[in-house]
């Protein structure tokens, strides 16, 4: 229990020094007030200090002082709650601030109520994670340099096409329609391999509109994310038949550009795999704030998968998903199982 104590016995004594100072840890005994009464072996080796020269000083003497409030708060905790557990810094012989947890716990010394504080350097870990910190953000930072630029590229091409080879084929369809008119009075046959041709140009029209819309859909810029995801969940419903329930709770005066394009994006990947890979004959896509995020769900009944095989099945359009999400400081999760469907969760921070 938390506010055990334990009891240093006088026919115990010598078998507590003996394990006190084989501690690989720092260990020190201190009063209710924090003066140091023992300090092991390792203690001594951390401060570089014999022992006279740290017992009978307060222990937050060997802090750092901008960490000495958090330390003393939490050693105020300790006299309510009997123990407790911290990551913080201290002073070592060189003077140098050496990142440490720090376990404290009751125990009674020579009768008296005392606190027993075990300190281990955890300067590797600490560093470690420093850097996976650090690598982290530059991932970030070039994930979103590349979609940044990625998204630039999109939306010229789609102009381009939209515009250059759009108005091309408008012409075309335009001169193919007059000469269908004069051929149907002078020449049948080649009057119905006129219409023949116009209906192709019309359908490679809409098949140039449809790509120009996928690479950059004009609607996300003319009137706003939550219209583009509605229609983007309308154009699956058509074309596969498989009905979505959704709940589009969105303020987009919360979002910048590149989070309403990540968001766009990635529900299009999303029902793009469902209509391939789950099987599945219903959806549901919830996107909703909250607390300071942005939270989305996309589920189906599908198939769904073995979580291992996430990467096999989907292969570069989860990687895709995963680096526009990261480029946004996001986090992506997938949970599934076989025969019980999917679900996405995105949390991207607002």
């Known amino acids: ?3 055990e104590k334990k009891v240093v016995p006088a026919s115990g004594e010598a078998k507590f020094n003996a394990i006190f100072n084989a501690s690989p840890d720092a260990v020190f005994i ?10 092991n072996e390792k203690g001594c080796e951390f401060h570089g200090l014999p022992k006279e020269k740290i017992v009978g000083k307060n222990f937050i003497e060997f802090v750092p002082l901008h960490h000495r409030s958090k330390v003393l708060s939490n050693f105020e905790n300790f006299v309510q709650r009997k123990k407790f557990r911290l990551e913080s810094f201290a002073t070592n012989h060189k003077g140098i601030s050496i990142p440490v947890e720090i376990t404290v716990s009751p125990i009674i010394y020579n009768q008296e109520e005392c606190i027993i504080l075990n300190m281990r350097d955890i300067s590797k870990r600490y560093y470690a994670e420093q850097e996976l910190r650090k690598t982290n953000h530059e991932l970030q930072r070039v994930s979103k340099m590349l979609t940044d630029s ?5 939306k010229k091409l789609a ?7 759009g108005q091309l084929l408008t012409a075309l369809k335009i001169e193919i329609h007059q000469l269908h008119k004069k051929l ?3 020449n049948h046959h080649l009057s119905t391999k006129a219409e023949s041709i116009k209906e192709l140009t019309q359908y490679t029209l809409d098949s140039l509109r449809n790509i120009s819309t996928n690479l950059r859909p004009a609607i996300l810029d003319k009137i706003g994310l939550v219209a583009a995801l509605q229609w983007l969940i309308q154009q699956f419903e058509q074309k596969t038949e ?18 309403k394009i990540v968001i766009y994006r990635v529900l299009q990947e999303c029902l793009t795999n469902i209509y391939k890979h789950s099987g599945a004959t219903h959806a549901v896509v919830n996107i909703n704030r909250l607390n300071n995020k942005l939270l989305m769900i996309v589920q189906d009944d599908g198939t769904g998968f073995k979580q291992q095989d996430v990467s096999t099945l989907f292969g570069n359009g989860i990687i895709g998903i995963r680096e526009r999400v990261l480029s946004v400081g996001g986090r992506l999760k997938i949970n ?11 949390n991207i921070p607002i």
């Open 159 to 165: 102009a381009e096409l939209h515009d250059e080879i």
């Open 150 to 154: 990625s998204e630039k590229q999109l």
């Open 242 to 259: 498989i009905p979505v329930t959704s709940n589009l709770n969105i303020e987009e005066s919360d979002l910048n550009e590149n989070q």
């Open 30 to 39: 201190e009063n209710m007030n924090g003066v140091i009464l023992d300090v």
């Open 184 to 186: 149907d009075k002078e």
């Open 336 to 346: 599934s199982m076989p025969q019980k469907g999917t679900e996405i969760i995105v």
């Open 1 to 3: 229990m938390d506010d």
